[in-house]
T-cell receptor
Framework: GAVVSQHPSRVICKSGTSVKIECRSLDFQATTMFWYRQFPKQSLMLMATSNEGSKATYEQGVEKDKFLINHASLTLSTLTVTSAHPEDSSFYIC???????????FGSGTRLTVV | ELKVEQNPLFLSMQEGKNYTIYCNYSTTSDRLYWYRQDPGKSLESLFVLLSNGAVKQEGRLMASLDTKARLSTLHITAAVHDLSATYFCAVDSNNDMRFGAGTRLTVKP
């Protein structure tokens, strides 16, 4: 199979602090991982594409200095929400693709609440 | 820019009935995915459609892809309550994957 592990599943943080979310491919190597954001009752919006060993590619309107992405190995990508504010509260989901024919596998998601 | 339109957005149906969800997309692609999402959960992969004319079935769900019409359908046969969820189609074009808005399906007894 193709398993993607995402941690933490839930996090509550105070406004102004930073939160790191990890996304790991457990049984395959992923040169590319994707980070999505989902607001309640809405679809997934791609935030950025994480590339192993290079800078992430951010979608238009996503602040790269606020949402730091690091893809230091073929099995791990991290998303750090810096100086979080209540409007950053959302469901964050990562995904990775084992190969083009297999399709994308999604992590279990992280529910971020900024208070 | 790749755009994906999914309809209906909301679907309420009775158990035992059939219905189809449609997914149209704007640019050439031969890779289309269907996912299921339960409330508070992440996405579960249902189908991967890789070529024109592809048809896949799993239980009461059947998905098809017509790349010429840029259309995929997800057909529900004899719906049961357990199928209540939100269903998303997603289209992959040149490593750019975009999601439809989702169809919130409610199956009532």
């Amino acid at each position: 199979g193709a398993v993607v592990s995402q941690h933490p599943s839930r996090v509550i943080c105070k406004s102004g602090t930073s939160v790191k979310i990890e996304c790991r491919s457990l049984d395959f190597q992923a040169t590319t991982m994707f980070w999505y954001r989902q607001f309640p009752k809405q679809s997934l919006m791609l935030m950025a594409t994480s590339n192993e060993g290079s800078k992430a590619t951010y979608e238009q309107g996503v602040e790269k200095d606020k949402f730091l992405i690091n893809h230091a190995s073929l099995t791990l990508s991290t998303l750090t929400v810096t100086s979080a504010h209540p409007e950053d509260s959302s469901f964050y989901i990562c995904s990775a693709r084992r190969d083009r024919a297999y399709g994308y596998t999604f992590g279990s998601g992280t529910r971020l609440t900024v208070v | 820019e790749l755009k994906v339109e999914q309809n209906p957005l909301f679907l309420s149906m009775q158990e035992g009935k059939n219905y189809t969800i449609y997914c149209n997309y704007s640019t050439t692609s031969d890779r289309l995915y269907w996912y299921r999402q339960d409330p508070g959960k992440s996405l579960e992969s249902l189908f991967v459609l890789l070529s024109n004319g592809a048809v896949k079935q799993e239980g009461r769900l059947m998905a098809s892809l017509d790349t010429k019409a840029r259309l995929s359908t997800l057909h529900i046969t004899a719906a049961v309550h357990d199928l209540s969820a939100t269903y998303f189609c997603a289209v992959d074009s040149n490593n750019d994957m975009r999601f439809g808005a989702g169809t919130r399906l409610t199956v009532k007894p």
